[in-house]
C-alpha cells in the first residue's frame, strides 16, 4: 500500500515548511475581502501562518502577509489571527 502524501506549505512568518493543516489560512477572496479561513476550503488567494503568535507578530511586521496577499490588512484580521494563535495553545 502507497504511503499517503501530506501537504506542505510555508509559514509567511518564520518561513519554514510544515503540514498544511497544522497551519492558519488567511484568504483574500474573490470580492477582495480577508477572511481567516481554519478549514482551508474558502477560494481564493490564500497565506499561510503558523499559529503562534511569533509568527503571526512577525508576518505582519515584514509586511510579509500583506504582500503574499496583495492587500493591506484590518486590525480585525490581526485580532482573529491572534485569537487563533491562542485558541490553539489551549
Do not use: F
Amino acid at each position: 500500500m502507497k504511503a499517503k502524501k501530506v501537504p506542505m506549505r510555508t509559514c509567511v512568518g518564520c518561513n519554514q515548511s510544515q503540514p498544511k493543516r497544522t497551519l492558519v489560512r488567511v484568504v483574500r477572496t474573490v470580492d477582495g475581502s480577508l477572511v481567516v479561513d481554519r478549514k482551508g476550503k474558502v477560494s481564493g488567494r490564500g497565506a499561510y501562518v503558523c499559529p503562534k503568535v511569533e509568527c503571526i507578530q512577525a508576518a505582519i511586521k515584514t509586511h510579509r502577509l500583506e504582500r503574499a496577499l496583495e492587500r493591506a490588512m484590518g486590525p480585525d484580521i490581526v485580532q482573529e489571527l491572534l485569537k487563533a494563535a491562542e485558541e490553539d495553545h489551549e
